[in-house]
């Protein structure tokens, strides 16, 4: 099966503090990928690495065989196109309502004109009703994005990710502002999701139990270096004490 | 949802969004519409156009660039340096004015509930609402003529924005660190000095440094009224029709100017 996203020898940091030490993997189109690790260890700037909202220092970042950190500022809004991305705190518009959330998931498909005027074609908005419907909250459609819950939030902002047709989902730590019952609900949701629209899926994860439950493959990542890379299966005592290790002491 | 369900939601939600459009677009053409007659009324209709002539305008912008050398003169560093020594003083003065202020007016920690948050909001709203000349004005009467009167009318004027600022700082302050100290059993003078000064510091020194570089400003024009300072010498230049020495004194002005912009953005540096 063909690659969709291929990092090799990926390196990011400063001079004086290096955050990513070379790290590789490959993601195949039903992969669905947790990368699990201490604090600092590096995932947030791994995954923002792919869609280059960090600026990584060396290596590739081959999405469908394109190598993103060899492209231009425009060439790259265009490959961002197709990079959906889940966030940590949901990153919401407060003040927007539900829809008009959902709806900044087609901007970079729309002019700057168009979309000050919010005028956003009709096929968007069914898709975003569709959308909404699809993670429950079809009846929210019109509340203010800060009027919902934090579970009810992240729903807006995975519709808001789909709307862009994805060829690839980052997700960033979904579960961090979430209860335990939430936090699976809203990990039930992206995997359904990933199955339905066959979409891979690289999401950091700190809770171990959860990458297991819900991953086909897990990567371990501690001080910007891979230490483990298998099913989730192989994931023993051993190799979590390899990963955590920093911890520990 | 089925399909038909959707449509007529897509119908509903589209139809509702072209009416804000629609709202939106006359809102605007009613504010385009009012600037535009405003403009009219007011300065098209009221001014007398027949006076001005490129003729006109270049004669005066000459009488201006003859500057005239004998009005830089002792008088003028002396008036330079009182300029801005006055500035300073009334930043300090305002900013000593403005803490009882703050603490009154501050929905968070005033004192005595609404009342005492009612006293500290006129207060900054009459500090704000009586322009630094009239301050002026009411300060000479006051004390006399003088450097001390500029002074005072400048740091009352000084109040307003200061003590508003550092009382809407207040308020917005992190709650958290607040907690912590009030679990700990801290006093509220403790909570004021470990949870709340920490946090506003920053807001309170840039505002500071701000507030003088306003008052440098403020400081080159209370002349005006004899409250000392530059304003002194432009009015006798004006008095007297002598436009070169205007422009010298607008010049000095302006120096004064530059120096604060100057001095503002290194300190904001050191201190931020």
Same mark, same amino acid.
């Given at each position: 099966?063909?690659?969709?996203?291929?990092?090799?020898?990926?390196?990011?940091?400063?001079?004086?503090?290096?955050?990513?030490?070379?790290?590789?993997?490959?993601?195949?189109?039903?992969?669905?990928?947790?990368?699990?690790?201490?604090?600092?260890?590096?995932?947030?700037?791994?995954?923002?690495?792919?869609?280059?909202?960090?600026?990584?220092?060396?290596?590739?970042?081959?999405?469908?065989?394109?190598?993103?950190?060899?492209?231009?500022?425009?060439?790259?809004?265009?490959?961002?196109?197709?990079?959906?991305?889940?966030?940590?705190?949901?990153?919401?518009?407060?003040?927007?309502?539900?829809?008009?959330?959902?709806?900044?998931?087609?901007?970079?498909?729309?002019?700057?004109?168009?979309?000050?005027?919010?005028?956003?074609?009709?096929?968007?908005?069914? *898709?975003?009703?569709?959308?909404?419907?699809?993670?429950?909250?079809?009846?929210?459609?019109?509340?203010?994005?800060?009027?919902?819950?934090?579970?009810?939030?992240?729903?807006?902002?995975?519709?808001?990710?789909?709307?862009?047709?994805?060829?690839?989902?980052?997700?960033?730590?979904?579960?961090?502002?979430?209860?335990?019952?939430?936090?699976?609900?809203?990990?039930?949701?992206?995997?359904?999701?990933?199955?339905?629209?066959?979409?891979?899926?690289?999401?950091?994860?700190?809770?171990?139990?959860?990458?297991?439950?819900?991953?086909?493959?897990?990567?371990?990542?501690?001080?910007?270096?891979?230490?483990?890379?298998?099913?989730?299966?192989?994931?023993?005592?051993?190799?979590? *004490?390899?990963?955590?290790?920093?911890?520990?002491? | 949802?089925?399909?038909?369900?959707?449509?007529?939601?897509?119908?509903?939600?589209?139809?509702?969004?072209?009416?804000?459009?629609?709202?939106?677009?006359?809102?605007?053409?009613?504010?385009?519409?009012?600037?535009?007659?405003?403009?009219?009324?007011?300065?098209?209709?009221?001014?007398?156009?027949?006076?001005?002539?490129?003729?006109?305008?270049?004669?005066?912008?000459?009488?201006?660039?003859?500057?005239?050398?004998?009005?830089?003169?002792?008088?003028?560093?002396?008036?330079?340096?009182?300029?801005?020594?006055?500035?300073?003083?009334?930043?300090?003065?305002?900013?000593?004015?403005?803490?009882?202020?703050?603490?009154?007016?501050?929905?968070?920690?005033?004192?005595?509930?609404?009342?005492?948050?009612?006293?500290?909001?006129?207060?900054?709203?009459?500090?704000?609402?009586?322009?630094?000349?009239?301050?002026?004005?009411?300060?000479?009467?006051?004390?006399?003529?003088?450097?001390?009167?500029?002074?005072?009318?400048?740091?009352?004027?000084?109040?307003?924005?200061?003590?508003?600022?550092?009382?809407?700082?207040?308020?917005?302050?992190?709650?958290?660190?607040?907690?912590?100290?009030?679990?700990?059993?801290?006093?509220?003078? *403790?909570?004021?000095?470990?949870?709340?000064?920490?946090?506003?510091?920053?807001?309170?020194?840039?505002?500071?440094?701000?507030?003088?570089?306003?008052?440098?400003?403020?400081?080159?024009?209370?002349?005006?009224?004899?409250?000392?300072?530059?304003?002194?010498?432009?009015?006798?230049?004006?008095?007297?029709?002598?436009?070169?020495?205007?422009?010298?004194?607008?010049?000095?002005?302006?120096?004064?100017?530059?120096?604060?912009?100057?001095?503002?953005?290194?300190?904001?540096?050191?201190?931020?």
């Amino acid at each position: 099966m063909k690659a969709v996203l291929e990092v090799k020898d990926l390196r990011a940091g400063y001079a004086e503090r290096e955050i990513l030490k070379g790290v590789s993997f490959t993601l195949g189109p039903d992969d669905f990928f947790a990368i699990i690790g201490p604090s600092g260890a590096g995932k947030s700037t791994l995954i923002r690495c792919v869609n280059r909202l960090v600026e990584p220092k060396g290596g590739q970042v081959l999405f469908n065989g394109v190598d993103l950190l060899k492209l231009s500022y425009p060439e790259m809004r265009m490959q961002r196109r197709n990079i959906g991305m889940i966030f940590q705190e949901f990153n919401l518009i407060e003040r927007l309502s539900v829809m008009d959330n959902v709806l900044t998931g087609r901007l970079g498909y729309t002019g700057t004109l168009r979309s000050i005027l919010r005028m956003y074609t009709k096929d968007d908005i069914a *898709q975003a009703l569709r959308l909404l419907d699809r993670v429950g909250l079809a009846e929210h459609v019109d509340k203010r994005a800060d009027r919902l819950s934090g579970g009810q939030r992240q729903r807006v902002g995975i519709a808001r990710a789909l709307i862009q047709n994805p060829k690839l989902l980052l997700v960033d730590e979904p579960t961090s502002s979430l209860d335990p019952k939430i936090s699976r609900e809203v990990m039930t949701l992206i995997r359904e999701i990933a199955r339905e629209f066959h979409i891979p899926v690289l999401c950091n994860i700190h809770d171990v139990d959860l990458a297991c439950d819900f991953c086909t493959r897990v990567i371990g990542l501690q001080d910007g270096v891979k230490k483990f890379d298998g099913r989730p299966d192989e994931l023993d005592k051993a190799a979590l *004490q390899d990963i955590y290790a920093m911890e520990v002491l | 949802m089925n399909a038909a369900t959707l449509a007529l939601r897509v119908e509903g939600i589209e139809a509702s969004r072209q009416k804000t459009r629609r709202l939106k677009f006359l809102t605007w053409a009613v504010v385009l519409v009012a600037v535009a007659w405003s403009i009219q009324v007011i300065v098209v209709r009221d001014t007398d156009w027949s006076r001005i002539s490129l003729a006109s305008l270049l004669d005066i912008a000459k009488r201006f660039v003859e500057l005239d050398a004998s009005v830089v003169s002792e008088d003028l560093w002396k008036a330079s340096l009182e300029t801005v020594v006055m500035a300073t003083l009334a930043t300090v003065v305002g900013l000593l004015m403005s803490i009882p202020v703050a603490w009154l007016g501050a929905a968070n920690i005033t004192p005595f509930g609404k009342s005492s948050y009612a006293v500290g909001r006129f207060l900054m709203t009459m500090s704000r609402s009586v322009h630094e000349i009239v301050w002026g004005l009411i300060f000479v009467s006051a004390v006399g003529l003088g450097a001390l009167a500029g002074v005072l009318a400048m740091a009352v004027r000084s109040i307003g924005f200061i003590s508003k600022t550092i009382a809407e700082a207040i308020e917005d302050v992190d709650p958290k660190p607040l907690e912590a100290i009030r679990a700990a059993g801290g006093t509220k003078f *403790q909570i004021l000095w470990f949870a709340i000064l920490p946090q506003i510091i920053p807001v309170f020194v840039g505002n500071m440094i701000f507030e003088w570089d306003i008052n440098i400003r403020r400081s080159t024009i209370m002349g005006l009224v004899g409250a000392g300072g530059l304003g002194l010498l432009l009015f006798r230049q004006m008095a007297m029709s002598n436009y070169g020495g205007i422009a010298v004194v607008i010049l000095a002005v302006l120096a004064l100017i530059i120096f604060g912009e100057v001095a503002s953005h290194y300190a904001r540096r050191a201190v931020i």
